[in-house]
């Protein structure tokens, strides 16, 4: 399983990123896909992760309402849309892939990251 992710840069606070996450290496029709986050000095934290088969999603409070997780089975692809950045929201996005319904994320993308900028 390959996981890339693209769509990191600088924005200004209270502006708008989406980030993508294109999967490979194998059908994708259960698991989920998530997107975590490492801000400077911090632990990696959860931000967000949809259900390929129902596409329940869920959320990080921090973000709820802000953020936006969604994907394109067609395309083996799991979008992020970000609004209201915040500086506080500076940090490498990684996305993930847990195949079993475990929540337990076993492929890793190279992250991305993402500046705030006050």
């Known amino acids: 399983v390959q996981l890339q992710a693209s769509g990191g840069g600088l924005v200004q606070a209270g502006g708008s990123q989406r980030l993508s996450c294109a999967a490979s290496?194998?059908?994708?029709?259960?698991?989920?896909m998530g997107w975590f986050r490492r801000a400077p000095g911090k632990e990696r934290e959860f931000v967000a992760a949809i259900s390929w088969s129902s596409d329940t999603r869920s959320y990080a409070d921090s973000v709820k309402g802000r953020f936006t997780i969604s994907r394109d089975k067609a395309k083996n692809t799991v979008y992020l849309q970000m609004n209201s950045l915040k500086p506080e929201d500076t940090a490498v996005y990684y996305c993930?892939?847990?195949?079993?319904?475990?929540?337990?994320?076993?492929?890793w993308g190279q992250g991305t990251l993402v500046t705030v900028s006050s």
């Open positions: 993930a892939f847990e195949p079993y319904g475990s929540a337990e994320y076993d492929y």
């Open positions: 290496g194998r059908t994708f029709s259960r698991g989920h």
